[in-house]
């Protein structure tokens, strides 16, 4: 009987894992049910696929707040998406399955109580929410054919907790760029504070820390998001006297302390902090902003020909202030600039051979990318307007 079970249980995870027939040119959701201790834990999964070759099309994950709001965090990327050619996954954690929003989302179920650490309650990774993330991914892949390796992951408010531990934490996933908006409070590598505020406590082995800093993880931070009684903001005298009393500024001390720790550790640092000029606690507006990371590694658009002319492509200056800026490539070559939005609409198109002066002045201020084709290859370079 025990067989039987059994062959019935693989049976019908086959069937789950193989009858999504996920299609271009579609939004929806679907349900995911992980395997193993989380099996009773399914997530409904939100998505959005532009027109194209899904087989190649980059994926990236949204990590929704308190709010548990898959769609909506899927909705952000949906314009953006269609103009730049990935797909987007907002996997849902709900309350009735992930009741806990500190212990069972925010912390990921690390512990069985994260504001009590203790080994006798440490949990096996495979228990930990992160550990749906990786096969949830295999799990898209194979259902499209996929032949991507990584995936891109961009969480705000409680989501960008969520990921940024994931980084801490599964260092060695497939997740290739981590972008985290707005996050409310921080695991931060600090021997002296323990879990979940620092690292004392917190069973996270110094390997995995030097593993996550070399990881490419974005600290996004809205420079108006300084409000201290913003709803569903943490305060204890632990957090508040450690990483202050404000996002803005607990994002600032993160990655300060993340890098003088990686510093003294001799360990790559491949951590960087970006702040958003009048932006607060906005997650369209921070998605918006977050484009530009997304697809530094998920499109591969700085990833060249070796040895190609577009190795030696400049902008300059960059920030743009003059209203001109300078784009050349290396020898005498033909090519085609094109300057886009941050919703990846084209906002200037130009051929050229040899050095050409740009004119952007009649642009607004703000982000753009300016992607640069020969023959040989496309590069797109974040573009910043003064």
């Known amino acids: 009987m025990k067989r039987v079970c059994l062959a019935f249980s693989a049976l019908c995870f086959v069937f789950n894992f193989y009858s999504q027939n996920l299609t271009s040119n579609s939004t929806g959701s679907f349900i995911y049910t992980p395997v193993g201790p989380l099996s009773s834990q399914p997530v409904e999964v939100f998505y959005h696929i532009p027109n194209g070759d899904m087989t190649t099309m980059p994926i990236v994950m949204s990590f929704h707040g308190g709010s548990r709001n898959g769609s909506d965090y899927r909705n952000y990327w949906i314009a953006m998406a269609d103009a730049n050619d990935f797909m987007v996954f907002a996997p849902e954690f709900t309350t009735s399955n992930y009741p806990g929003l500190g212990d069972n989302y925010l912390m990921a179920n690390i512990f069985d109580d994260g504001d009590n650490p203790s080994p006798s309650t440490f949990n096996n990774p495979d228990e930990w929410t992160f550990s749906i993330l990786d096969p949830l991914f295999d799990y898209i892949k194979a259902d499209i054919n996929g032949t991507q390796q990584r995936y891109n992951g961009w969480g705000h408010s409680g989501g960008a907790q969520f990921l940024h531990r994931f980084v801490l934490y599964m260092p060695n996933s497939n997740l290739d760029v981590a972008v985290c908006s707005n996050a409310g409070w921080y695991t931060v590598p600090e021997n002296g504070v323990s879990f979940p505020y620092g690292i004392l406590n917190g069973q996270l082995p110094n390997s995995d820390l030097?593993?996550?800093?070399?990881?490419?993880?974005?600290?996004?931070?809205?420079?108006?998001?300084?409000?201290?009684?913003?709803?569903?903001?943490?305060?204890?005298?632990?957090?508040?006297?450690?990483?202050?009393?404000?996002?803005?500024?607990?994002?600032?001390?993160?990655?300060?302390?993340?890098?003088?720790?990686?510093?003294?550790?001799?360990?790559?640092?491949?951590?960087?902090?970006?702040?958003?000029?009048?932006?607060?606690?906005?997650?369209?507006?921070?998605?918006?902003?977050?484009?530009?990371?997304?697809?530094?590694?998920?499109?591969?658009?700085?990833?060249?020909?070796?040895?190609?002319?577009?190795?030696?492509?400049?902008?300059?200056?960059?920030?743009?202030?003059?209203?001109?800026?300078?784009?050349?490539?290396?020898?005498?070559?033909?090519?085609?600039?094109?300057?886009?939005?941050?919703?990846?609409?084209?906002?200037?198109?130009?051929?050229?051979?040899?050095?050409?002066?740009?004119?952007?002045?009649?642009?607004?201020?703000?982000?753009?990318?300016?992607?640069?084709?020969?023959?040989?290859?496309?590069?797109?370079?974040?573009?910043?307007?003064?």
């Open 210 to 386: 030097i593993s996550a800093f070399s990881k490419k993880l974005i600290v996004h931070l809205g420079q108006n998001d300084i409000d201290p009684n913003s709803p569903g903001l943490r305060h204890n005298t632990t957090v508040d006297n450690q990483q202050g009393l404000f996002r803005l500024e607990r994002g600032q001390y993160f990655f300060s302390t993340s890098q003088t720790k990686a510093q003294n550790q001799n360990a790559t640092f491949n951590w960087e902090k970006h702040e958003v000029p009048n932006v607060g606690h906005d997650p369209q507006q921070m998605a918006n902003d977050a484009l530009p990371y997304i697809l530094m590694n998920t499109l591969s658009i700085n990833q060249t020909v070796m040895n190609s002319p577009l190795e030696t492509v400049s902008l300059f200056p960059n920030p743009v202030q003059t209203g001109v800026v300078s784009i050349s490539v290396k020898s005498d070559l033909a090519f085609d600039v094109q300057v886009f939005n941050v919703l990846g609409q084209p906002v200037i198109g130009q051929s050229a051979k040899g050095p050409v002066e740009l004119d952007v002045s009649h642009l607004k201020s703000g982000i753009y990318l300016a992607k640069i084709s020969t023959n040989y290859k496309a590069i797109t370079k974040k573009l910043v307007i003064e």
